[in-house]
């Protein structure tokens, strides 16, 4: 899943997670649905939050499909790993980007790459007022200004080098702050179909979210900020991927929050070129996909 976030000067103890946490988890379970569309079988769920943690056993718990840098750490498949991604890579410290937005992790020296430019020496202009004795007119070279090479203090190499600060809308409520989002992965190999789920649902939730939130509380009412707020859908594509149904399997205890769920998948479909591995016998495509509001 992913998560999306933001402050309201209206109150500081809003935070939107959502996209701004677009987090998604894969699970082979089978996934609820009384609808008789759906026969009873194997389903690829996607959600932000494992929802059945309690009903399945240890080895498949639903797997947290993450956003990483397209450039891998390493190639190391770890033996144990809650998390699902574009790579395989093992990392010693898992850490998540305090920030929450888009994913992006700042480059740190030594790891993504350094830039192979430098920038260019600070220069001070020597030129002072001439002072003209004789009474002659000055020279063009005595006009001319003088330099003296500096180099730039190491606090502005490093605000140079640092750049934008890293953040990440996944929702990684366990995992530690750092520098980076940095987290061990297996690979996961519809990742790139649901990345773009994932872009385009970004695209129309976050708004709809805000326009939701400015109007719960335009009207008096308030969110209660003691709990995250998830909204759980199940969402039906035909093999095209055009969307067929969204059905709310879990509620946040907010409607506008559950309503701005279901509209953002409408809104965003379709979700065109679907691979064949996840279409259904029937098919169909299902997808467990959770909306969060964090606390």
């Not at 498949?60 to 699902?84: F, M, S, W």
């Not at 009474?135 to 070279?141: A, E, I, M």
């Amino acid at each position: 899943m992913t998560r999306f976030k933001f402050k309201r000067q209206f109150t500081a103890a809003l935070i939107i997670s959502l996209a701004t946490h677009l987090l998604l988890v894969l699970s082979l379970n089978l996934a609820k649905d009384d609808s008789p569309l759906r026969p009873e079988k194997s389903v690829t769920e996607i959600t932000l939050i494992d929802a059945d943690t309690d009903r399945t056993s240890k080895d498949q718990q639903p797997k947290q499909v993450v956003q990483q840098n397209d450039q891998r750490i390493n190639d190391e498949t770890p033996e144990k790993a809650k998390y699902l991604s574009q790579h395989n890579q093992t990392v010693v410290k898992e850490t998540r980007a305090k920030q929450t937005g888009e994913f992006k992790n700042q480059a740190r020296s030594g790891q993504f790459g350094e830039s192979q430019t430098e920038a260019a020496p600070a220069q001070k202009s020597l030129a002072t007022p001439l002072k003209n004795t004789q009474g002659d007119l000055p020279s063009l070279s005595d006009l001319r200004p003088q330099f003296e090479n500096k180099p730039p203090s190491p606090e502005k190499t490093q605000q140079a080098q640092a750049g934008a600060p890293s953040q990440t809308d996944d929702y990684l409520k366990d995992v530690e702050t750092g520098m980076q989002t940095l987290l061990s992965t297996k690979e996961f190999v519809y990742y790139s179909y649901y990345e773009r789920i994932r872009h385009r649902l970004r695209q129309h939730w976050e708004p709809s979210i805000r326009r939701k939130v400015e109007k719960i509380l335009s009207q008096g009412r308030s969110i209660a900020s003691a709990r995250d707020r998830i909204t759980r859908v199940m969402i039906v594509l035909d093999k095209r991927g055009s969307l067929l149904r969204v059905k709310v399997l879990g509620q946040s205890g907010l409607h506008d929050l559950d309503d701005a769920a279901v509209d953002a998948f409408r809104a965003a479909e379709p979700f065109p070129n679907p691979p064949q591995g996840i279409i259904e016998q029937d098919g169909t495509i299902r997808i467990r996909w959770d909306f969060i509001l964090e606390a």
